[in-house]
């Protein structure tokens, strides 16, 4: 038999959890790209930016990738819930299964490299008060990342049930 | 129709996958265990090591938990070969299901947090050799680990074909 290409769940509530994933996306990336600090003063200042670290520019470009998978999803799922049709088939099921899958682990990954450097920086940095406040934007932005880790977790989970079963 | 509780690869193959993982974390857990470094000379001398660091910490823990995990699907997966049957049914595949993919998000996230905290740490320390070699141990351990993440989102890619289908 050949299974039906419908979804497991609501499209209503797919659309629900692509936007919510979307706005802590954008608000994660808002935050890593416009933090910056100075360290030092007068002749030995130094301006710090995100991009002085190899975890925060992987934390960003992982925000950015996933906005742009993820704002491409939610269009599909407004077509899918004002027409009631599923764009494609069970090819388009099973690339929603990987994609979702990949996205999942992306933002897992930029989210705990963004943890993994800044707790350990924030525990060696001294009483800055200015590094101090840009290491704690950086952990929000870690934070908010992976708020959206755990909603793209629910979109891949709900794309795997929606599986066609092969036998 | 009630889809049989098969699953969709040999359970050779989820074998071989399972101790890979399996061999993999080993050598992580015992890498990371086990590298120390000693920083300074005479009184200003200070052993370093992987407890340090949370990052690293967060690394071992999620290769530990990893191993208990793998250790027991791979029983499940060997009475599997030997008797032809699985353990369970249906609910079996749905705790398989969910296991496999928070196990993986684990791993994943255990390698991001190494690699986020060494890499930045690496470009950042000077050229005390013994410093270079622990962090480059870290850093090998934390690659073991993300090498074992994979083989564990191939399990969970598997697991995931292997849900009953709900319609």
């Known amino acids: 038999m050949a299974p039906p290409p419908s979804t497991v769940v609501s499209p209503v509530v797919a659309l629900v959890i692509r936007v919510l994933t979307l706005v802590f996306l954008l608000v994660s990336v808002i935050v890593i790209a416009t933090t910056t600090a100075t360290s030092g003063a007068g002749p030995t200042e130094v301006k710090i930016k995100f991009d002085d670290f190899y975890a925060y520019r992987y934390m960003l470009a992982a925000g950015v990738i996933g906005i742009g ?15 009631g049709n599923r764009l494609g088939g069970d090819g388009f099921t099973l690339l929603d299964f990987y994609g979702d899958k990949a996205l999942s682990y992306m933002l897992a990954t930029g989210a705990a490299a963004g943890f993994g450097l800044t ?49």
Chains 1, 2 share one sequence.
């Open 69 to 83: 998978y993820t704002l491409l999803q939610t269009a599909f799922t407004i077509f899918q819930v004002s027409t």
């Open 119 to 167: 707790v350990d920086l924030n525990r060696g940095s001294g009483s800055d008060s200015d590094t101090k406040s840009f290491l704690n934007k950086a952990n929000a932005a870690a934070a908010l990342l992976f708020i959206a880790f755990i909603f793209s977790a629910v979109s891949s989970v709900f794309s795997s049930f929606s599986l066609p079963k092969r036998t």
